[in-house]
């Protein structure tokens, strides 16, 4: 049961370990200016290994889905960012129970959205935890957990390399369990944390921030959705930037280089190198300027 691209690794070491029965992933939806429906990643791989797909609305009350579920006879129900909770009921099928693949060191950072929000804390580690599902948000018993140094990495780069190793883990995780190898630990409620959906307001740059906050911003959103500050009315995405410190004034353009946009914080300067003005393609600092103007002295909001 998985959704986005994250999880097709998973499916993929699955496929190529085990064998998959079935493939439940969320509805098409139309996506993009034009509206054209949009099949998930992990629907192309499941199509494109032949195994059987489901893609109902609300899974829980799906009666026909959770029928097909119980006459399968899982062994296994495997959860990767597939976007709907699991009742009871679902839990209760298969013989080893729901193992999920979570993008976290839980019980830190739980909820949909864990490899922003470790940039955005300004964590040095993140990783993937294996967990044996029940019926709170993200607060099973841990199998197995991995980290990795995340230290200069943007959500981009952190995704794909938390989806590989998701991947590793699961099929460790199964493995060991099969095997009789493994006992689940309870997740400690004191060190839990959660994440907060991702809203426009989030992403807002704010320059009276520290050097490290804002470049923490940046990274956690790039490359999508974009960080964002405002210049003359219109929105400015960055999504590659450095931190020098000194003194400078707060959110004033103070130098524009052909390389790169400096601008003041509350202990130093942003150096911008990457940016999307509104109503235009992203493109690096050096390409920008040659078409566009900003003006020194002017302050973003």
């Known amino acids: ?14 496929i190529h370990n085990y064998g998959v029965q079935a493939v439940f992933t969320q509805p098409d939806r139309p996506s993009g200016r034009g509206n054209k429906i949009k099949i998930s990643p992990v629907k192309e791989v499941a199509l494109k290994n032949n195994i059987p797909i489901w893609q109902p609305e ?19 129900i495997v959860v990767v960012a597939y976007g709907q909770i699991l009742s009871k009921e679902i839990l209760d099928i298969p013989k080893f129970g729901c193992i999920n693949v979570h ?6 950072f ?4 864990p490899i922003n929000f470790a940039i955005l804390n300004g ?5 993937i935890t294996t967990i044996l599902m029940n019926e709170g948000m993200d607060t099973g018993d841990i199998f197995l957990k991995k980290e990795i140094n995340i230290e200069g990495l943007d959500y981009g780069k952190l995704y794909d390399k938390l989806m590989v190793l998701g991947a590793e883990v699961l099929i460790d995780t199964i493995f060991k369990i099969v095997n009789n190898n493994i006992t689940p630990l309870n997740q400690n409620e004191e060190e839990a944390s959660y994440c907060a959906l991702i809203t426009k307001d989030i992403t807002k740059i704010d320059w009276n921030e520290s050097g490290d906050n804002i470049i923490n911003k940046i990274r956690a959103f790039s490359p999508t959705p974009g960080a964002f500050t405002t210049y003359r009315g219109k929105s400015i995405k960055i999504f590659e930037a450095s931190f020098e410190r000194g003194n400078y004034e707060i959110g004033k353009i103070s130098e524009i280089d052909k390389e790169f946009i400096r601008v003041g914080c509350k202990d130093g300067s942003i150096k911008i190198f990457n940016i999307k003005m509104q109503d235009k393609k992203q493109m690096e600092v ?10 020194l002295n002017e302050k973003l909001l």
Not at 3 to 11: E, R, V, Y
Not at 58 to 76: G, H, M, Q
Not at 286 to 295: A, D, H, Q
């Open 103 to 108: 993008a976290s060191l839980l019980p830190k």
């Open 286 to 295: 050096k390409e920008f300027l040659k078409g566009n103007k900003l003006e």
């Open 123 to 127: 964590e040095k580690y993140s990783g």
């Open 110 to 113: 739980r909820g949909a959205s």
């Open 1 to 14: 049961m998985g959704t986005p691209l994250f999880a097709t690794k998973s499916l993929e070491a699955l």
């Open 58 to 76: 609300k899974i829980n009350k799906d009666k026909d889905a959770i029928e097909y579920l119980k006459n399968l006879r899982p062994d296994f």
